[in-house]
């Protein structure tokens, strides 16, 4: 009879993981990051009504913003604004991210030593969920392009460079 229970325990725990996988929404956000200079209030406006809409088609997930970890830029707008909304954070970047001041997520992951090697990692993280592009360097604009040509959702925003 305790191995059946045991049984028991296990295969709800297994539903239980599958459940939250299948409604756990990933939104990775892209976008300028400094130096750049942009319009940090029209970034802001962009990245609420990007959360705004996917809050509205994903009521009944549980959301979850990954974006690059550190504190600047777009990046820094997405993580305060999902913060206040009580979402869960991820921050994926390389090791250089160490050098700047980066957002205090959830989860924290760092994979090679370069700007961009941490990329197949992050669009891992989000394949089945969305992905939010504000402006963005080449960087950015690459990983949409990935993002999109695999099957993956995206919202995206043009925001000219100032100056």
């Not at 088609?57 to 504190?71: A, F, Y």
Request: aromatic letters at 10%; hydrophobic letters at 35%; charged letters at 30%.
């Amino acid at each position: 009879m305790k191995r059946l229970a045991n049984c028991g325990h296990r295969l709800l725990s297994l539903m239980y993981r599958t459940f939250r996988r299948l409604t756990d929404l990933q939104i990775g956000v892209v976008g300028y990051c400094e130096p750049t200079k942009f319009d940090k209030d029209e970034a802001g406006r962009m990245v609420r009504e990007a959360f705004d809409e996917l809050a509205r088609r994903h009521r009944w997930r549980r959301i979850t913003v990954v974006s690059g970890l550190t504190n600047t830029g777009v990046l820094a707008i997405a993580y305060k604004e999902a913060a206040a909304r009580g979402w869960r954070t991820v921050g994926i970047a390389c090791s250089r991210a160490d050098g700047y001041d980066c957002f205090p997520v959830d989860e924290r992951y760092i994979f090679g030593h370069r700007w961009g090697h941490e990329s197949p990692w992050f669009l891992r993280r989000i394949r089945r969920g969305w992905l939010v592009r504000v402006g963005g360097g080449e960087q950015a604009l690459r990983e949409t392009k990935e993002h999109k040509a695999a099957g993956g959702r995206a919202l995206e925003y043009e925001l000219p460079r100032l100056g």
